[in-house]
């Protein structure tokens, strides 16, 4: 079980070499399911049954379906499109020491620096490019191996496994070439997309790991694979949303870029991407905001730290998932999670409909952990929220692994969520 799904998800994954080809790639699966495009700079007209998107910057995207008939609310998912990595600077080409050629890059979000050693690299984003009308966003996918950082030998350093250091500006450039090469970067990118050198007027660029996924293990019931954080979840959520029959709530499909920096950008979950698209929708189909919020649900879906083999004593002694144990409930006393006992009973009751096994994660009491877009998505749209995740090692290295069984847990689960009809009544009891 699961091996098809997972095969599935790799290909998703290395067609998402950055945020950009990320939405990209959603945007093409929701085309093909009869998605239509709106721009949020442009009037809305929605008709019931209507199936539609909007996307802001190429890396954040919402997608909804308006059911035919009534519907008292929104029944949402967050997931991110971002991982952590290396932006290429503007002034990108790093000449010397000697005759090497490097790139100059500095940290994307908070990585393990060491496994990004010794593999082969490439460069992948968007340029934005001058036309005769005024600039345009293209995607850059540099589609071979191109770069390495490589690691200083075990007979030059020879502390080099007694716990390193690793340093932004000296230890993690990737060696791109000789000083022959100079300019190569700038003029590969132009050729890819068509454009002159000159008519390049800026780019986000990343570095992206070459390796592909893989299934291993005794059983095969292990997937490693780059960006699973948080790409299994984007891809998982968004199974489920097209496989949902709809109830009387309006589903809701969100990815959100820049978690990995703190979300506070224009297309990240602490903008007015959300909140705004809401609010058109209700104004479009003649709801009320307030009313259709307060009957709404939200499912924050970030990847959660599965108990590691080596060093079990990281996790929390009653709190421990495990690869392919189901999808993981995530709880923070200090609310950096948005899971209550409230929304945790609900998303209980829907993984047992659904018949998914569920576990849950709190971080050991003295361990300060990790935080996701959830709590900062809400503070623009105030909703009932859990935060769910599905397990996984190594999380925030370039190649992380998670288990062959949990994307398929997480689609039935979603796409039982999908097709709920949501309300709380004057009572607080939620019917669903
Ligand atoms: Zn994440």
Redesign the pocket.
């Known amino acids: 079980m699961g091996k098809n799904i997972t095969m599935e998800l790799m290909e998703f994954i290395d067609e998402s070499p950055s945020p950009f080809h990320a939405v990209e790639r959603v945007r093409r699966e929701l085309e093909a399911a009869g998605y239509r495009a709106l721009a949020e700079g442009e009037p809305w007209s929605i008709a019931p049954g209507e199936r539609c998107y909007v996307t802001r910057n190429g890396s954040a995207l919402i997608a909804f379906q308006v059911p035919v008939g009534t519907w008292k609310g929104f029944l949402l998912s967050a997931s991110?499109s971002d991982?952590p990595t290396f932006q290429i600077k503007e002034n990108g080409e790093l000449e010397g020491p000697e005759n090497y050629l490097r790139l100059n890059t500095e940290r994307y979000g908070g990585m393990l620096c060491a496994p990004w050693l010794d593999r082969p690299l490439s460069v992948a984003g968007r340029v934005l490019v001058r036309t005769a009308e005024g600039v345009e966003s293209r995607l850059v996918k540099i589609d071979r191996d191109l770069l390495l950082i490589p690691s200083v030998a075990i007979h030059m350093n020879r502390e080099a496994n007694n716990g390193l250091k690793y340093d932004p500006k000296t230890d993690m450039m990737p060696l791109f070439g000789t000083v022959e090469d100079k300019g190569k970067l700038r003029a590969m990118v132009a050729e890819m997309v068509g454009a002159g050198e000159t008519d390049l007027l800026g780019m986000d660029l990343f570095l992206y790991l070459r390796q592909r996924g893989s299934i291993w293990g005794a059983g095969m019931e292990f997937v490693s694979a780059p960006r699973l954080?948080?790409l299994q979840?984007a891809f998982g959520c968004l199974k489920g949303f097209l496989a949902a029959e709809p109830g009387e709530s309006l589903p809701v499909y969100c990815l959100f870029d820049n978690?990995?920096v703190g979300s506070s950008t224009r297309q990240g979950a602490d903008s007015d991407f959300l909140q705004r698209t809401l609010e058109r929708l209700c104004a479009v189909l003649g709801a009320d905001y307030p009313v259709a919020a307060a009957n709404s649900f939200l499912v924050s879906a970030?990847?959660a730290h599965a108990v590691h083999p080596n060093h079990p004593e990281y996790a929390d002694p009653t709190h421990r998932p495990h690869l392919n144990g189901g999808v993981v409930i995530k709880h923070s006393a200090s609310q950096r999670y948005t899971t209550d006992a409230l929304s945790q009973a609900v998303f209980t009751e829907v993984c047992r409909r659904a018949e998914v096994p569920v576990q849950h994660f709190a971080n050991r009491s003295d361990l300060p952990g990790?935080s996701?877009l959830g709590n900062i998505a809400l503070a623009h749209a105030s909703l009932y929220s859990v935060d769910i995740g599905l397990a996984q090692l190594a999380?925030h290295s370039p190649y992380e692994t998670a288990g062959v069984m949990d994307t398929d847990y997480l689609i039935r689960a979603m796409a039982a969520y999908y097709s709920l009809s949501f309300a709380v009544d004057r009572d607080g009891r939620c019917c669903f």
């Open positions: 991110h991982s954080d948080d979840c978690e990995e970030d990847n990790g996701t999380m």
